[in-house]
């Protein structure tokens, strides 16, 4: 889920006051068609269609907390630029899909950004990813957790005069739903998620085309699309916030197994979530912007960043209209946490499958054919976790995991980028696609990665330098992961194969 800053999070909190030939890797073995997966494990099987599927990744994308929360930030850091900055993400972000679909030709089986460090780079780079992987996919869910248990008791509290409701009453319904939901079949999620998109999509797309046509269009301009205003403001920071709308678009390829004609699906829903992405938001920043005018929209956001999106929706739409959105925000937090839930099971199962973990979180559920010891394992997590820091202000909890969690799908996205790059190089493949597309994405996402290190304090808050032992966490886990390929019998055994 994308996350927000820390003085971001808290303003939102506050809300209710407003009114060639290739020679096959030795990595292979791991994830081609001959492996025989490890001992106790079962496959996986579904019938997910690609709509589906795609209302299920643009799901982890979040788009109620993504326009109210995230492009008001936007459109701060990067001026009336904004619209600009997130279609100039978007031609990144399709960059590297290309690249990554290409690649999806030759890795057959499920597990996503792992799999494809792991053909290219070999089992130990490959199981270090992994872990980085299960640890992003856990701190974003739980930086979910942690946002929608005091958004749930400020509605209470607002709407139905139910107040006191500690924050982690909340969040323990937010996961016990998810974790039921996710032990069922994988095809009850994809239908409850797609309800969801239609309701959040729906809601945003009022706004946005009652905006241009109100007061008689005299706010409506052009102008946010001019080249000149790519650079104002803090580009780096914008650009920052621009990336984050995307993540998710990647965990198509981890429901390999289980949809419909996978070599056609899963492109065509990688491409599609990531246009969507891009345009939706970019055409909803440009309707922010137009909703205040080019002349008034930096002072407001300036006042009042957080709010910047609720505000316009109560001059134009009512206040009415705001608590509805309040309601559906709290929705589509918990079809965010779904979304993550499932893709997180997924991953520990793809890890089961490999040998990499114990195979007992590779069984399928007989009846729903679900991951159930994979998601039970999410479910007992996130409640540990939840239980751990029962006592601490839920506004650090959220921005601290979710920074690093963020940060971590960064370093998956830069490893990704680099596996897929060296994977055609090797195979002397060279056409836009193989080498074109893998090479931008590995400039551009490796350099904004490399920026986000340095300015890492703008994902957690605090000062500069405040946030280094979070970082280390990541390095830990890469670490873990690395090592226990050679420790692991069956994952020793392939990392041997590569010496």
Known sequence: ????????????????????????????????PELTYAPGTQALKGKISGWELLCSVLAFAAPVTSVSSLIPFVIQGGGIGAPLLILAATVLML??????????????????????????????????????????????????????????????????????????????LSFMITGFLSYLRIDLSAKILTLTMFAEIAVVLIFNLIVPFSNNGQNFSVEPLS?????????????????????GFESTAVYRDEVKNPKKTIPFVTYAAVLFIGCFYAFSAWMTITAYGVDNVMEAANKDTANLFMNAMATYMGKTSVDITRGILIISAIACLLSA?????????????????????????????????????????WALATLAFIKSDPSLLYAQVGGVGTYAMLILMSLTSIAVLYFFLRRKEFSFRTTVCPLLAVAGILSFTLLTTVNFHYLTGGEPGSGIWLQLIIVGMFAFGYFSALFRPRSASLAATES
């Open 341 to 381: 839930h499932n893709a997180l099971a997924r991953y520990i199962y793809s890890l089961s499958r490999n040998g990499a973990i114990s195979h007992k979180f590779g069984k399928i559920h007989p009846k729903h054919m679900s991951p159930y010891v994979a998601s039970l394992s999410c479910t007992l997590g």
């Open 227 to 247: 080249p000149s205003h790519f650079l104002d403001g803090n580009f780096t920071v914008a650009f920052l916030y621009s990336i984050i709308i995307f993540i």
């Open 95 to 172: 960059s590297f899909s290309i690249g990554f679909v290409a690649m999806s030709e030759h890795v057959t089986k499920p597990g996503a950004f792992y799999a494809y460090v792991a053909e290219a780079c070999g089992i130990k780079i490959g199981n270090g990813t992994a872990f980085v992987a299960v640890f992003a996919y856990f701190t974003l869910g739980f930086c979910t957790v942690a946002l929608i248990g005091p958004v749930f008791s400020s509605f209470l509290s607002e709407v139905f005069g139910i107040s006191g409701v500690p924050w982690y009453v909340g969040s323990m």
């Open 1 to 32: 889920m994308p996350t927000l800053p820390l003085n971001v999070y808290n303003q939102v909190m506050s809300m209710n006051d407003l009114d060639g030939a290739f020679k096959p890797s030795r990595a292979t073995y791991i994830i081609s």
